[in-house]
């Protein structure tokens, strides 16, 4: 808002503000060190809510500069004090309460619980098991041994996704469970494991219900867009994540442009700022603008639910209404310190919330470092608007990847102008995908209509990040943890430094640049990937099995989909397949199928084989939702089946029946296939066991083959004769690093070698590709980075 303005000396070599004491500069060190040491320890919430008091009093005294050090000094024990005591009492309660010694002892309970936020999707619990949600809630009350005791406390429930689906913040619901405690650095007081669906007690809060028709109807109102811009655009408009594309998301993370995926402080400054100009044209009071604009400031936090930076932004534009309201002016940085320090005070645990530290990082560089920026930009020959976006972009990076690293472990090196593309088009698709979303409440056709215009925006933010995010060396890896962390931060004020002359800041520039533009295009050189001349390629995808065999021309036949989609997206990405002639689910567990967005992901898929037994029914319903408006059939594999594609020809061995009764029926009624790429077989079971490798034996089966994927990931449920039966000279072995089923299995292992055939494993190298070298079979890997 227009009234929200920094002011600060600014350096007119940098455009830095200048802190009037060293001391300043020493606390606001002070506090960064503990954010970033609360990354790595037990007590990580309470060094954050120092870490956060302390930079807030510093950036408190950079806003008024003529406080008296000791003053400031004593205003920053008051705040760590102030903040530490409500923490303490969460911590305590936390951990030593009658809810937590119940969490320790694993009680069976029923439980009455009020639903704080929407549930958050999880991966399965097992190739086998349905996929999982973890849901925000209130505990009330608890039932043990027929007896109910009032028993408050904030618990993580994990249940089945299918069961929570519609369930809205301020439902009251019924369960029962199984305790358990959080995590060591939580201050939630249990974990609550599900046994049975929520029984809905009662209604959701009206204006809960409210905001879900709402949210609903700017679903409806997308339907008909494009399914990456329909996906993004609730996620910008209300928070809403459910349909975001996994693959997109993660490509919007490598970009550097996370924050536009879901619903921020951005969002809620354009809608209240965008509401308080229209005001102001019409010539409203500054009360009734204040006034106004409060009302929808709250509304949109209910829409948008209250994430940490939504939070941060409203309690700013709150402040900012009141002296709106009241005639009095505020300078921006007083008015961040105290929305800090008030959100800390109402909710101790935003303090070891990541989401929040960015937020309130990031809107302090925009204020402290983005001005001075653009004005330097500026006074250089770059035009306005483009001055602003550089510096903004530049600014927010600079403040946040200290933090991001430490967490991730990586660093974007396009993040700038990634957000220098993006952020033009953000408060057009906020905007009128926000107009959407209020009337299709009213009436569909005119929201459908703003949903579309809203698409256009939507699609703009896709390409770019798509662009970006795919990118080879888009990011680099970078030591993770406070360490990581605390080095990168110095290299951070090392550069800042330097940039004070102007020699350093030129040749600084000029080394940058030089790097991003020989590490993203090279990269892709050195690496070397794929192969020349590549036969197949078993892709790193987890516990699971992806494998990609090359029909030819940016073509492939895949077989399963591995646990996860990015994995997947990323290895045919890499492999530059953009079409897949057929793709092959051998069953339906969810460590073949979960990855299937994967493939799909801005692919065509002509042809689509599956298993003949639709089990289990979980993996099965996200095959066919996955599919649903592809226009591609799924056809059930029967043995003696043929099909070509390219270079690659395909023979269906088996299941010859279904099985009933086995250890494992859907892993033993897996497609067989003998694959032929180029004159080498290869031998693809899928998890057969040892009753379906029998069953083949027994028919007679020719199962020789040039290289073997061991079947169900190495399990020693495999019988010796079938792995000798292949006569194989190479065997891959598609298994997930540190798996908790002790695949592959030592016997198995000890059985290739005793049949003198090699094994090459995803866990140990990475994505494997095979090719002939003069008739040799050469494994060739490409370690994950």
Same mark, same amino acid.
């Given at each position: 808002?227009?009234?929200?303005?920094?002011?600060?000396?600014?350096?007119?070599?940098?455009?830095?503000?200048?802190?009037?004491?060293?001391?300043?500069?020493?606390?606001?060190?002070?506090g960064w060190?503990?954010?970033?040491?609360?990354l790595?320890?037990?007590?990580?919430?309470?060094?954050?809510?120092?870490?956060?008091?302390?930079?807030?009093?510093?950036?408190?005294?950079?806003?008024?500069?003529?406080?008296?050090?000791?003053?400031?000094?004593?205003?920053?024990?008051?705040?760590?004090? =102030?903040?530490?005591?409500?923490?303490?009492?969460?911590?305590?309660?936390?951990?030593d309460?009658?809810?937590?010694?119940l969490?320790?002892?694993?009680?069976e309970?029923?439980?009455e619980?009020?639903?704080?936020?929407?549930?958050?999707?999880?991966?399965?619990?097992?190739?086998?098991?349905?996929?999982?949600?973890?849901?925000?809630?209130?505990?009330?009350?608890?039932?043990?041994?027929?007896r109910?005791?009032? +028993?408050?406390?904030?618990?993580?429930v994990?249940?089945?996704?299918?069961?929570?689906?519609?369930?809205?913040?301020?439902?009251?619901?019924?369960?029962d469970?199984?305790?358990?405690?959080?995590l060591p650095?939580?201050?939630?007081?249990?974990?609550?494991?599900?046994r049975?669906e929520?029984?809905?007690?009662?209604?959701?809060?009206?204006?809960?219900?409210?905001? #879900?028709r709402?949210?609903?109807?700017?679903?409806?109102?997308?339907?008909g867009?494009?399914?990456?811009?329909r #996906?993004?655009?609730?996620?910008?408009?209300?928070?809403?994540?459910?349909?975001?594309d996994p693959? $997109? =998301?993660?490509?919007?993370?490598?970009?550097?442009?996370?924050?536009?995926?879901?619903?921020?402080?951005?969002?809620?400054?354009?809608?209240v700022?965008?509401?308080?100009?229209l005001?102001?044209?019409?010539?409203?009071?500054? *009360?009734?603008?204040?006034?106004?604009?409060?009302?929808?400031?709250?509304?949109?936090?209910?829409?948008?639910?209250?994430s940490?930076?939504?939070?941060?932004?409203?309690?700013?534009?709150?402040? =900012?209404?009141?002296?709106?309201?009241?005639?009095?002016?505020?300078?921006?940085?007083?008015?961040?310190?105290?929305?800090?320090?008030? +959100?800390? +005070?109402?909710?101790?645990?935003?303090?070891?919330?990541?989401g929040?530290?960015?937020?309130?990082?990031?809107?302090?560089?925009l204020?402290?470092?983005?001005?001075?920026?653009?004005?330097?930009?500026?006074?250089?020959?770059?035009?306005?608007?483009?001055?602003?976006?550089?510096a903004?972009?530049?600014?927010?990076?600079?403040?946040?990847?200290?933090?991001?690293?430490?967490?991730?472990?990586?660093?974007?090196l396009?993040?700038?102008?990634?957000?220098?593309?993006?952020?033009?088009?953000?408060?057009?698709?906020?905007?009128l995908?926000?107009?959407a979303?209020?009337?299709?409440?009213?009436?569909?056709?005119?929201?459908?209509?703003?949903?579309?215009?809203?698409?256009?925006p939507?699609?703009?933010?896709v390409?770019?990040?798509?662009?970006?995010?795919?990118?080879?060396?888009?990011? $680099?890896?970078?030591?993770?943890g406070?360490?990581?962390?605390?080095?990168?931060?110095?290299?951070?004020?090392?550069?800042?430094?330097?940039?004070r002359?102007?020699a350093a800041? =030129?040749?600084?520039?000029?080394?940058?640049t030089?790097?991003?533009?020989?590490?993203?295009?090279?990269?892709?050189?050195?690496?070397?990937?794929?192969?020349? #001349?590549w036969?197949?390629?078993?892709c790193?995808?987890?516990?699971?099995?992806?494998?990609?065999?090359?029909?030819?021309?940016?073509?492939?036949?895949?077989?399963?989909?591995g646990?996860?989609?990015?994995?997947?997206?990323?290895?045919?990405h890499?492999?530059?397949?953009?079409?897949?002639?057929?793709?092959?689910?051998?069953?339906?567990?969810?460590?073949?199928?979960?990855?299937?967005?994967?493939?799909?992901?801005?692919?065509?898929?002509d042809?689509?084989?599956?298993?003949?037994?639709?089990?289990?029914a979980?993996?099965y319903?996200?095959?066919?939702?996955?599919?649903?408006?592809?226009?591609?059939?799924?056809?059930?594999?029967?043995?003696?089946?043929?099909?070509?594609?390219?270079q690659?020809?395909?023979?269906?061995?088996?299941?010859?029946?279904?099985?009933? #009764?086995?250890?494992?029926d859907?892993?033993?009624?897996?497609?067989? +296939?003998?694959?032929?790429?180029a004159?080498?077989r290869?031998?693809l079971?899928?998890?057969?066991?040892?009753?379906?490798?029998?069953?083949?034996?027994?028919?007679?089966?020719?199962?020789?083959?040039?290289?073997? *994927?061991?079947?169900?990931?190495?399990s020693?449920y495999?019988?010796?004769?079938?792995?000798?039966a292949s006569?194989?000279?190479l065997?891959?072995?598609?298994?997930?690093?540190?798996?908790?089923?002790?695949?592959?299995?030592?016997?198995?292992?000890?059985?290739?070698?005793?049949?003198?055939?090699?094994a090459?494993?995803?866990?140990?190298?990475?994505?494997?590709?095979?090719?002939?070298?003069?008739?040799?079979?050469v494994p060739?890997?490409?370690?994950?980075?």
């Amino acid at each position: 808002m227009s009234e929200l303005r920094g002011r600060s000396r600014e350096d007119p070599g940098t455009g830095m503000s200048q802190p009037p004491d060293l001391r300043l500069g020493l606390g606001a060190l002070a506090g960064w060190a503990a954010v970033l040491w609360g990354l790595g320890h037990s007590a990580g919430a309470v060094a954050l809510a120092a870490g956060v008091a302390v930079l807030g009093a510093a950036v408190l005294a950079l806003a008024a500069r003529r406080w008296p050090v000791l003053f400031i000094g004593a205003f920053a024990v008051c705040a760590a004090a =102030a903040l530490l005591a409500p923490l303490a009492v969460r911590l305590h309660h936390a951990r030593d309460g009658e809810l937590s010694r119940l969490a320790r002892a694993g009680a069976e309970v029923s439980a009455e619980l009020q639903v704080r936020g929407d549930p958050r999707p999880l991966g399965s619990t097992g190739p086998a098991g349905s996929p999982r949600t973890a849901v925000d809630a209130q505990l009330r009350a608890v039932q043990i041994d027929g007896r109910w005791t009032r +028993l408050p406390g904030a618990v993580l429930v994990l249940g089945p996704a299918d069961a929570w689906r519609g369930v809205l913040p301020g439902q009251r619901v019924r369960l029962d469970g199984r305790l358990s405690p959080p995590l060591p650095d939580n201050l939630l007081t249990a974990t609550l494991l599900a046994r049975t669906e929520p029984e809905l007690l009662g209604r959701p809060p009206w204006w809960q219900r409210g905001a #879900g028709r709402v949210r609903l109807g700017l679903q409806r109102a997308s339907a008909g867009l494009p399914v990456l811009p329909r #996906g993004l655009l609730p996620g910008l408009v209300d928070g809403d994540t459910s349909q975001l594309d996994p693959v $997109l =998301a993660e490509r919007f993370r490598v970009a550097g442009l996370t924050h536009l995926t879901a619903v921020s402080g951005t969002n809620l400054s354009l809608v209240v700022g965008a509401v308080a100009l229209l005001l102001r044209r019409l010539r409203a009071s500054p *009360k009734m603008i204040a006034l106004v604009s409060a009302v929808v400031l709250v509304g949109f936090v209910v829409l948008a639910r209250p994430s940490p930076s939504v939070l941060r932004a409203a309690a700013m534009a709150g402040i =900012a209404l009141v002296a709106l309201a009241t005639g009095r002016q505020r300078a921006a940085l007083p008015v961040l310190a105290a929305a800090t320090f008030g +959100l800390l +005070l109402w909710q101790p645990e935003l303090a070891a919330d990541f989401g929040f530290a960015l937020s309130v990082v990031a809107t302090a560089a925009l204020l402290l470092v983005a001005p001075g920026w653009a004005a330097v930009l500026r006074r250089r020959g770059v035009p306005a608007g483009l001055a602003e976006a550089v510096a903004v972009a530049a600014a927010a990076h600079l403040v946040t990847v200290p933090i991001i690293a430490g967490i991730s472990g990586r660093i974007s090196l396009v993040a700038v102008p990634a957000n220098v593309l993006a952020e033009p088009v953000v408060a057009a698709a906020t905007i009128l995908g926000l107009l959407a979303a209020l009337s299709s409440v009213l009436w569909l056709p005119p929201a459908a209509l703003l949903a579309q215009l809203a698409g256009w925006p939507c699609r703009w933010l896709v390409w770019v990040a798509e662009y970006f995010g795919s990118l080879p060396g888009a990011s $680099l890896p970078w030591p993770a943890g406070v360490r990581g962390g605390l080095l990168l931060a110095g290299l951070s004020a090392i550069v800042l430094l330097l940039c004070r002359r102007p020699a350093a800041r =030129a040749l600084l520039g000029v080394a940058a640049t030089l790097a991003v533009l020989i590490q993203i295009p090279g990269r892709a050189v050195l690496i070397g990937w794929p192969p020349p #001349g590549w036969i197949v390629v078993a892709c790193d995808v987890g516990q699971g099995d992806g494998l990609v065999l090359n029909a030819g021309a940016g073509s492939a036949v895949v077989i399963d989909a591995g646990p996860d989609p990015v994995p997947m997206d990323r290895c045919l990405h890499e492999l530059g397949v953009t079409r897949v002639a057929v793709l092959v689910l051998s069953h339906d567990h969810l460590d073949h199928v979960g990855g299937l967005r994967g493939v799909l992901h801005e692919r065509r898929v002509d042809r689509v084989l599956s298993s003949p037994l639709p089990e289990p029914a979980s993996g099965y319903r996200l095959v066919l939702a996955e599919l649903a408006g592809r226009h591609v059939p799924i056809e059930q594999a029967h043995t003696g089946q043929r099909l070509d594609a390219g270079q690659v020809r395909l023979d269906v061995l088996g299941p010859g029946h279904l099985f009933t #009764g086995s250890r494992s029926d859907p892993n033993n009624s897996s497609v067989v +296939l003998r694959a032929t790429v180029a004159g080498v077989r290869i031998l693809l079971p899928g998890d057969a066991e040892v009753e379906a490798q029998d069953d083949l034996l027994s028919a007679g089966t020719d199962l020789r083959a040039d290289i073997l *994927k061991v079947p169900h990931h190495g399990s020693a449920y495999s019988d010796p004769a079938f792995l000798q039966a292949s006569h194989a000279r190479l065997a891959l072995i598609s298994v997930g690093a540190g798996n908790s089923y002790g695949h592959p299995s030592p016997l198995l292992i000890g059985e290739l070698a005793r049949l003198g055939i090699p094994a090459a494993r995803t866990d140990q190298q990475g994505d494997i590709a095979v090719v002939d070298r003069a008739g040799s079979l050469v494994p060739i890997v490409r370690s994950a980075s």
